[in-house]
């Protein structure tokens, strides 16, 4: 299992877009997300984006982050919940590190 010290930060995301990014929702209407974190972590890229206008109920979504063939940038659901929970825990710690002194 990883540990954030296995972790690589990155910006390949905002290299790319900027610092927000457009989705489309299951209506297929636009929604703009901002880049929180990104980190690579065993070759793998994986992001963390919130809305740019969130709801009471709106959380950060976490995406892996993979080339295509042509070079593009895509984002991926996780689908796996054991990856999802591991990659939520390392997110987790990098926004919320752990006070050693208590």
Not at 36 to 57: I, R, T, W
């Amino acid at each position: 299992m990883y540990q954030l010290t296995d972790t690589e930060p990155t910006r390949q995301l905002r290299e790319a877009y900027g610092d927000d990014i457009i989705l489309y929702d299951a209506r297929e209407e636009s929604v703009v997300y901002r880049i929180v974190s990104e980190f690579l972590l065993g070759g793998q890229g994986y992001a963390m984006l919130e809305k740019a206008k969130p709801g009471k109920e709106d959380e950060p979504e976490i995406f892996r982050v993979s080339r295509k063939s042509d070079g593009e940038l895509e984002l991926e659901t996780i689908e796996d919940d054991d990856e999802w929970d591991h990659i939520a825990e390392l997110f987790d710690e990098l926004t919320f590190p752990a006070d050693e002194s208590l």
